[in-house]
């Protein structure tokens, strides 16, 4: 059984950093492209980024580009998401994703992920 789980939220100030880990469990994850996501209070959940398998090529939503940096340990079976320069509007549940098939492409889209963690709540106070 495939299990995602994230840590390192927290309540931080604007311009602060935090690093959030999600560890993956019942599979090998290097094969992977691998997803970030956050979903704010009544909004949909939106894409933050992606990690390809292949040369651990990374993609950001531009609200994001310049600020938060993903990177993999495939020996640890892990992904992170290294967020620098918080702002209010990055306050949201995050979660990290895993497709259900292996290599391809890595998508933006929640729908094309399979697997998804718990979550972890990151609040940013002005």
């Known amino acids: 059984q495939v299990q995602l789980v994230e840590s390192g939220g927290g309540l931080v100030q604007t311009g602060d950093s935090l690093r959030l880990s999600c560890v993956a469990s019942?599979?090998?994850?290097?094969?992977?492209?691998m997803g970030w996501f956050r979903q704010a209070p009544g909004k949909e959940r939106e894409f933050v980024g992606t990690?390809?398998?292949?040369?651990?090529?990374?993609s950001y939503a531009d609200s994001v580009k310049g600020r938060f940096a993903i990177s993999r340990d495939n020996a640890k079976n892990t992904v992170l998401l290294q967020m620098n320069s918080l702002k209010p509007e990055d306050t949201a549940v995050y979660f990290c994703?895993?497709?259900?098939?292996?290599?391809?492409?890595?998508?933006?889209?929640?729908?094309?992920?399979?697997?998804w963690g718990q979550g972890t709540q990151v609040t940013v106070s002005s």
């Open positions: 994703a895993l497709p259900i098939s292996t290599f391809g492409t890595p998508s933006p889209d929640p729908n094309d992920y399979h697997y």
């Open positions: 019942g599979r090998t994850i290097k094969n992977y492209n």
């Open positions: 990690i390809s398998w292949y040369e651990m090529r990374t």
